[in-house]
């Protein structure tokens, strides 16, 4: 239950960013002062920004 609560929250928020090294999805308000909880990297784009632009 728990599981299926947090992936409809992955949709429906929108401070969700994406690791440009390993694509990881990092739930956070200010990516800024973020790393990658996966590896470390410290550059994220938004979820729904375009690579191209
Ligand atoms: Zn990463």
Do not use: V
């Amino acid at each position: 239950m728990a599981q299926k609560f947090d992936e409809a929250e992955d949709r429906l928020f929108g401070d969700i960013y994406i690791c440009r090294k390993c694509n990881a999805k990092n739930k956070t308000d200010n990516p800024e002062e973020t790393s990658c909880r996966k590896c470390g990297y410290s550059n994220l784009r938004h979820k729904n920004e375009q690579f191209a632009g």
